[in-house]
């Protein structure tokens, strides 16, 4: 029996009945009941009652060529076929994350060119962590262990994800974090920059907290520091410029190992392969998932440079460490035919060249202004909006986030589905969004301010 036959509410009673889901009141849920996506195509989403949603989170900022792909489905299903599963320990390999491999070693940075593969983002922070451990203890050095990370940081939810990340609400439930990981202050000019403190000192700033960090602990002690080059699920908050250059020339400085998390960034969205390219920087360590097969299966790939893997090849021996479904074949699969997808189409180019500035001036022209809206910015196909109830204080509304829940609501009824986060709108959409697509969105998203503001101003 398929859910063609459920009705709606039929969905929803089973939903509220039996499926605990991720990040949910699920006191909350039941009471409302949940949404339910039953298809899409293109940019749209539809819900079973037919409703058409615009998509400006690509599904969770990994959809990255849209959806109703048919090329996935055939890549998925002929692998399928032909060999649905095998495993790569004990010395075995499959062709799918050979090839793959191959291709992610050519569109990574330079230095970069061995790959170990996970089903999601959080398992491949966890394969980071235990391999830039591993790699200090094999060069002597186990007690260089820390790992500086940022506050309001997002790197999983599995225990060393929730570890790495800065979520304070993440960590109070855990019942104790992974050790010897500390967080500083986080590169966020619209809350955190001085009284007259330009972008360039505060992105110095910012990173001179990396430094401190470091001396604080001892350089002898410090094994890595971790950010997403732009933090997503944090808010969407882009590092003055002057920021990853001075992190990177502070970990040099200190031998302390770079880890870029490119959940989010990797695989196009600022306009490059990687935002690492996109800043300039080289890390020895980029974790990505989602993007790189647009969701269509879950897998993630870290990314790993030449220095760690020449210490781990020559001198490790045995890595205890791996999921059953590392280098899975049909996930792989996927991943080959979305890369080649991404290229045939040039989406990486289109973001950096056309969509990307149309996508920034677009929200300057037609959304920084309204009365609601504090600060807009993006990178590439990732943007941000910040709602206050001030524009020239940066007072916000009280309680801390309602007002974002409510613009979000209004944006959802015009047809736009974005998240709120704190008071925060963040939009992460398919990179196939052209200039009308970044036109119809700041239509509906204009229109839900107006509706928000009539709201909020009631109160
Ligand atoms: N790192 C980063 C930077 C992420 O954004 C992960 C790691 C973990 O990936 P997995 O595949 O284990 O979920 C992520 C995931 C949100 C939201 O609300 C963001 C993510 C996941 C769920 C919700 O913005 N990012």
Request: glycine share 8%.
């Amino acid at each position: 029996m398929t859910y063609q036959n459920y009705s709606l509410k039929q969905l929803q009673q089973i939903d509220a009945a039996h499926h605990l889901h991720p990040f949910t009141d699920h006191k909350e849920l039941r009471e409302v009941g949940s949404r339910i996506i039953s298809r899409a195509d293109g940019p749209f989403i539809y819900d079973s009652e037919g409703t058409e949603i615009l998509d400006g989170m690509a599904g969770l900022w990994c959809v990255n060529v849209g959806y109703g792909r048919d090329e996935l489905a055939e890549a998925a299903s002929a692998q399928m076929k032909e060999l649905p599963y095998y495993n790569s320990f004990f010395k075995c390999s499959t062709p799918t994350p050979v090839l793959l491999s191959k291709k992610l070693a050519e569109i990574a940075p330079n230095h970069v060119s061995q790959v170990f593969y996970g089903s999601s983002g959080s398992e491949a922070n966890d394969t980071a962590l235990r391999l830039v451990r591993h790699y200090w203890a094999l060069e002597g050095k186990p007690e260089k262990n820390r790992i500086i990370s940022r506050k309001m940081a997002y790197h999983g939810s599995t225990v060393a994800g929730t570890s790495l990340g800065g979520m304070e609400p993440m960590h109070k439930q855990l019942g104790g974090a992974v050790p010897n990981i500390v967080h500083v202050m986080m590169p966020y000019a619209y809350e955190l920059a001085l009284p007259g403190e330009s972008d360039h000192d505060f992105g110095l700033r910012a990173a001179k907290a990396v430094e401190d960090a470091i001396l604080e602990a001892g350089p002898e002690k410090v094994a890595a520091f971790i950010g997403e080059p732009v933090m997503g699920a944090g808010g969407v908050k882009i590092p003055p410029v002057s920021y990853w250059p001075e992190v990177q020339r502070i970990c040099r400085k200190y031998d302390v190992l770079l880890m870029l998390d490119e959940v989010i960034t990797g695989y196009g969205r600022t306009g490059e392969w990687f935002a690492a390219q996109t800043y300039g920087v080289e890390p020895d360590t980029i974790t990505t998932a989602k993007a790189l097969t647009s969701g269509y299966q879950p897998l993630s790939a870290l990314l790993v440079g030449d220095r760690i893997s020449a210490t781990l090849v020559e001198k490790g021996g045995e890595f205890y460490h791996g999921y059953t479904y590392s280098g899975h074949p049909v996930a792989c699969a996927v991943a080959l035919k979305n890369l080649e997808i991404i290229e045939r189409e040039g989406l990486v180019d289109r973001v950096r060249n056309d969509t990307g500035p149309y996508f920034a001036k677009a929200l300057q022209e037609r959304i920084a202004s309204h009365d609601l809206v504090g600060e807009v910015r993006s990178i590439g196909l990732m943007g941000a909006i910040e709602i206050v109830k001030d524009k020239a204080t940066k007072e916000r509304f009280l309680p801390s986030g309602s007002a974002a829940v409510v613009v979000r609501d209004h944006a959802i009824a015009q047809g736009m589905m974005m998240r709120a986060t704190g008071d925060t709108m963040i939009l992460s959409p398919p990179l196939i969004w052209t200039r009308d697509t970044i036109d119809m969105a700041c239509d509906r998203i204009a229109k839900a301010l107006d509706l928000a503001q009539a709201d909020l101003r009631k109160h």
